[in-house]
């Protein structure tokens, strides 16, 4: 993928087996240390429609994941403790930036990154009246999943020999939408950090979702027993692609890599993934974070104790005077 601002060049990595082939696309870069994609409002395999799961009711599988996600700049963030929200690191953010979430502005504190990864907790100035559970299995590999993110529209058909094979990216119009998919691998993705991904197939249903500029900072979301717990953190896309080795590439959904090159003129085959951060993997940094109270909750205890302690001295004094 092109970055907002400069391109990188990467080698192909490898996902789920030798003969699967991938790369990840870069979109928005913050910082330098790793390339890294943002994601769109999905893209839907069975509608162009830009309305479509622009919101939610009670009927629909996103109904409550859709409650635990904020606004972030242009990105998303989700809600995972009384004051702390988890986002992706390479979509920015300051001290003082607002985070909307359910109709309310908090205001960022501080923040932690977690080493080696793609993943940053912000913690904000008052309470969330609720937060997402975390998901602590291994097991996402087979399982439905939600995914909510913002970004691009679906845009004109991709065309190779006259089959379609998926979409270029659209319009960025920055609206929130949710679609769903399967967890089709989880694991570490050689170079990086741990992944959850998903396969973008054809004829699976209308709710068939893939992400694009936009969705970084998203969440996907799986169902354990009745509760939809986060299971992972948007961050990359396969792509960019080639029609032919050397040709100028492009960015898109696709569903059918067949035909297809990677920008290092390796030829593709199969359908194409977007990947997230796997929470479950990372869920003991995540506890220990949002266990942290955030500054000024630690200056009022550390008051309230040096209040304490000064009290208990008067009062010794007190009894020897005595």
Partial sequence: MTTEGRPFSFSPLSVGSASLRRRLGWCFVIGGALPAITASAAIFYGTDDPTYHTSVSPSDPA???WQYE????????????PRSFITANHV????????????SSYTAVTSYLCPGTDLRIWQVDRDFSQYAPIY?????????LVVIGRGTQRGSEVVLDGQPQGWYWGVADGVQRWGENTVASAGMLPGYWQMISATFDADVGIDE??????????????QNGAIWELAGINYGVDGPYRFTPGGSSFIGAIYDQKGLYDTGDQQLSGPGSFYATRISYYQSWVDTIVAVPEPNTMISAALLLLLIGASALRDRRKNRAA
């Fill in 209 to 222: 979702a893939h992400l694009s500029s936009g969705d970084s900072g998203g969440a996907v979301f799986i």
């Fill in 92 to 103: 920015g953010g300051s001290v003082g930036q607002g985070f909307y979430f359910q109709g």
């Fill in 70 to 81: 904020g606004s972030w700049g242009g990105f998303l963030g989700t809600a995972v403790g």
């Fill in 63 to 65: 109904y409550v994941p």
């Fill in 136 to 144: 602590r299995g291994d097991d996402e590999v087979g399982r439905p």
